[in-house]
């Protein structure tokens, strides 16, 4: 019995551990090509999540609702890069750290003030019943979750590797000013790392907000826990955010099970301090050497 | 002199105000919040000294406030602490619990930091809201004011404390800032490298500045729990931080004034949303300023067009907002966005910043004079050289993943001599300095200085232990003056203990430490550009810079890596000079050098190098004709092939 309650927990803990590695993907895409993450995503994807509610509200179908709310998702990827971001990359200053803060703050009383404060459910095209896999019962909108993620993420690995645009991406995150050089604009690279990013930002608000609800403060609750995998796993380290993604949920699940739901993000917290002065570069990233 | 003193004055007038303010106007409203803005002031200082100071974005300052006032709070609750105690108990908990995390964070750089800082600050806030035992949880803790030595302090009693408080915190961050330690800091920004291998810890600078930041920042949580007498872990989390960022962000980086005038904004801000007319004024200014600085700077193109515009449309925006939005409380977080969003954009040194500028162009003052420089014999004694080892390499490796940049190198370098490393480009010469000079650990092989081992991979301890060196690709502390840069490296003069710095009362020994870098800088010829920025320094200004630098560390080792590289050839000349008479004052010198004509004027003894190994060394004319650095420079001709065919196989066509 007790054994299986601590499946459930970790089972249930991991594939939402899952979202939070796709909006980690989402900090790879654009660190890659600029060096520069967006520590307004937790707003994106918030904001993403009303926007798509919206559009079910006014009537649209679900399945023209995904891509709606992607668009959208990657259009405020795009202003933050442009706002946000391009002035401090040509300034080569870290100013983009404060600057996506406070485009995050703006969105965020936005949706305060367009949406309201309050939490609101987020229909789910899938029926409430679950499925049993070793006795763990899992809920068709989990099986989604898992599906979408893997599904976007290993779709923009097509086509970074298959397509001419992928490829340029590629080598602007690897060496920008050789890019340059060979004809590459570095800059309309980098906007399309945000415009896909903020994409991934919108459908992993598509995806999570049938189990958490939409509220203004699912963002600050997500980009929390995004940095901590995106950190921990590595800024380079493609799909290793998945596995730290679902180990993360899996470990919040069961502290907040087992000391209290207060303390849900606290191990996960620490481990994040702790990995970050035992390996910088994250558990599958690439140590660099330091040259003169 | 008059420069100071109007410093000075604009400070004591300032508490002067502060002071007396309270004594002219009996409103309890007022006083309220003169007494915040005196605790967010020192708030704002300690954040100021990673935000602005280290340059790194801090976002776990407001939970040292935060512990701090609970530290105070169940200090008075629980133990019955006087004010005195708990108000030191809140700033131990910031002092220790800043270098606990600084450790770990202080490793990270820009958004790794930032994401640290940002997980303490949540993980303080669970911490605080979850040990209900201790802090009362999400109810809250209330605590009574405790008397100061006795005496009940009314409202207005308090406040003076506080404004004495952050007197005293102002003095001692001047005068700790303008000293070498804040110097320190200021350079390791530039160059963390060059810190280190100038022989001051960059990591235990950064540690202790943020510890100081962190204190501060506790000590503000004190004050704040007895003004408040309400705790709340709520009062504690982000939206706070960002608020406080703002503060010293708009107030101005690296200025304690920038500190005190961003604590105002933040203390004024409540009253700016609630009153629809002052809003809608401050917000009209804000526009109009935006305006006019952006139609300036783009027509006389000294903005981008986006640095001039963004600001526009951000203010605009607000104009636009306030007079559609019916509550401007409501849009109160998206009100300082945009606000902040227009200041970092357009005005990125703040508003201090601004006005220091303007503030210099209306009060023309000269610098105070330089002193004297000191007497060369002072500042570098002569050591007689008596040709013992000095550094000795027994078969030394450092490979890079299959490259064997260095394989089995051993060579002893004399004391009193200029020892030539010499080779083509990739034959490992940077690499020997760079693993002697401790950026490097080596892969295997012993390095020994006048006997005892050299400490292995740390530039700092290498430093320390007489090696100096300079760089092929500079790094110069590019913001600092061409003096200061000698006197953050300057060795042997700074030993007033830090009370007495912190004091103020060690102004004889910078003096001196300034006749001595101004004798380094006139020995390379650079006395009259000792007020020159370094970036604005000419190319081979900034060369022989740095040999200065390096030499202000009185080593015994001094290693020179490419110092002719790109210099016009009067100054070529000019260095060649200058290394001897360093040379002669008994200074024993490595050289690494691609001008032969270099080498061959200074060097008593020179190693060639080729694939990480030695293949010559003797004097400069032995080894010119040595068949082995012909082939290594030139490489082979017909004739060596058909000479060395016995024992070789033939090469493919």
């Not at chain 2, 300057?490 to 007033?496: D, I, K, M, Q």
């Given at each position: 019995m007790n054994l299986q309650i601590i499946g459930q927990m970790a089972v249930s803990g991991a594939l939402m551990g899952m979202v939070y590695a796709l909006i980690a993907y989402g900090f790879q895409l654009t660190y890659a090509t600029s060096k520069s993450i967006n520590f307004g995503q937790g707003e994106l994807v918030m904001v993403s999540a009303f926007f798509s509610l919206t559009l079910l509200d006014l009537g649209v179908p679900f399945w023209l609702m995904v891509p709606g709310g992607l668009v959208f998702g990657a259009l405020l990827g795009l202003l933050v890069e442009r706002a946000g971001v391009r002035l401090a990359l040509e300034e080569k200053s870290e100013g983009w750290v404060l600057l996506t803060i406070i485009i995050g703050l703006f969105f965020f009383s936005a949706a305060e003030n367009i949406w309201g404060r309050d939490d609101r459910p987020f229909p789910s095209p899938f029926s409430p019943d679950s499925v049993q896999v070793f006795g763990v019962d899992i809920t068709r909108q989990e099986i989604a979750v898992a599906v979408g993620v893997l599904a976007i993420m290993g779709l923009i690995e097509i086509f970074k590797r298959r397509t001419l645009l992928g490829k340029a991406f590629e080598a602007v995150s690897a060496d920008r000013d050789a890019a340059e050089l060979m004809g590459i604009s570095a800059t309309r690279t980098v906007m399309l790392s945000y415009a896909l990013s903020g994409g991934v930002a919108a459908v992993a608000g598509i995806l999570v907000s049938p189990i958490t609800t939409v509220g203004p403060t699912m963002a600050s609750a997500l980009i929390l826990k995004a940095f901590s995998v995106a950190v921990v796993a590595g800024l380079d380290s493609g799909f290793g955010v998945v596995l730290i993604g679902m180990a993360l949920g899996a470990l919040e699940s069961l502290a907040s099970f087992y000391i209290g739901s207060g303390w849900r993000e606290a191990p996960g917290l620490m481990l994040l301090i702790l990995a970050l002065a035992v390996r910088p570069t994250g558990v599958f990233g690439k140590a660099g050497i330091r040259k003169v | 002199m008059k420069r100071l003193l109007l410093i000075r004055g604009a400070e004591l007038a300032l508490f002067a105000l502060l002071a007396t303010v309270p004594l002219l106007v009996a409103n309890a409203y007022a006083l309220a919040l003169l007494t915040l803005l005196a605790i967010y002031g020192i708030l704002l200082i300690g954040l100021d000294v990673t935000?602005?100071?280290?340059?790194q974005i801090n976002l776990g300052h407001v939970a040292f406030l935060g512990l701090g006032a609970y530290a105070a709070g169940i200090g008075v609750t629980r133990f019955g602490l006087g004010m005195p105690s708990a108000l030191a108990a809140a700033t131990a908990v910031g002092l220790v619990l800043g270098s606990l995390l600084a450790l770990p964070a202080l490793r990270l750089e820009g958004p790794q930091f930032a994401l640290a800082t940002l997980s303490f600050t949540a993980l303080s806030f669970t911490f605080l809201n979850e040990m209900e035992g201790l802090t009362g949880g999400a109810q809250g803790l209330s605590l009574t004011r405790p008397p100061l030595f006795g005496h009940d302090l009314s409202p207005q009693g308090f406040y003076w404390l506080c404004t004495v408080l952050l007197a005293c915190v102002w003095m001692i961050m001047r005068n700790l800032l303008s000293s070498q330690w804040g110097r320190a800091i200021e350079a390791l920004r530039d160059s963390p490298i060059a810190t280190d291998a100038m022989g001051v810890g960059v990591y235990r600078h950064k540690v202790a500045a943020f510890a100081l930041g962190s204190a501060l920042g506790g000590l503000a949580g004190g004050l704040y729990a007895f003004n408040f007498q309400y705790l709340q872990p709520q009062s504690f989390v982000y939206d706070l931080m960002v608020i406080l960022l703002m503060g010293v962000v708009l107030g101005g980086r690296k200025s304690l004034w920038g500190a005190f005038v961003g604590a105002s904004i933040v203390v004024l801000l409540p009253n700016l949303l609630s009153n629809r007319l002052i809003f809608q004024a401050v917000s009209g200014l804000g526009l109009l300023m935006a305006l006019v600085s952006g139609i300036r700077g783009l027509l006389r193109k000294t903005t981008r067009p986006f640095q001039a515009l963004a600001p526009i449309v951000s203010m605009g925006l607000l104009v636009g907002g306030g007079l559609l939005v019916a509550n401007t409380e409501d849009w109160r977080k998206g009100i300082f966005a945009l606000m902040l969003f227009s200041v970092v954009v357009g005005l990125p040194e703040g508003l201090m910043g601004f006005a220091a500028r303007f503030l210099v162009r209306l009060f023309r003052v000269a610098p105070a004079p330089l002193p004297a420089p000191s007497s060369l014999d002072e500042v570098l004694p002569s050591r007689p050289a008596d040709g013992s080892t000095l550094l000795e390499l027994i078969d030394l490796k450092r490979h890079f993943g299959g490259v064997?940049?260095?394989?089995?190198l051993s060579m002893t370098v004399r004391s009193g001599q200029i020892h030539g490393l010499i080779g083509p480009n990739g034959s490992g010469k940077s690499t020997v300095v760079n693993v002697i000079s401790g950026l490097y650990p080596p892969s295997s092989g012993r390095m020994l200085l006048r006997g005892k081992p050299l400490p292995l991979g740390s530039l700092y301890r290498a430093a320390r232990s007489g090696v100096a060196r300079t760089f092929q690709n500079l790094q110069l502390f590019s913001e600092l003056t061409a003096i200061e840069n000698v006197l953050v490296a300057?060795?042997?003069?700074?030993?007033?203990p830090l009370p007495l710095v912190l004091l103020g009362m060690a102004r004889a020994e910078e003096r001196h430490a300034r006749a001595d870098a101004l004798a380094l800088l006139e020995l390379m010829g650079l006395k009259d550009q000792a007020r020159t920025k370094a970036k604005d320094l000419t190319y081979g200004a900034q060369r022989f810079l740095e040999i200065a630098r390096a030499l202000a560390r009185r080593p015994d080792l001094l290693i020179l890596d490419e110092p002719a590289a790109g210099l016009a050839h009067p100054d070529v000349l000019q260095l060649i000079e200058t290394i001897r008479r360093v040379h002669q004052r008994g200074i024993s010198i490595i050289l690494i050098e691609h001008h032969m004509d270099v080498v061959s004027e200074l060097c008593t003894v020179v190693t060639v190098l080729d694939g990480g190994r030695v293949i010559a060394e003797g004097s400069p004319e032995d080894v010119k004709r040595h068949p082995k650095v012909v082939e290594a420079y030139l490489g082979q001709t017909d004739r060596d092939r058909e000479a060395a065919a016995p024992d070789a196989p033939p090469l493919p066509a």
């Open positions: - | 935000v602005g100071y280290l340059g064997k940049a260095v394989d089995g300057l060795n042997g003069v700074y030993r007033s």
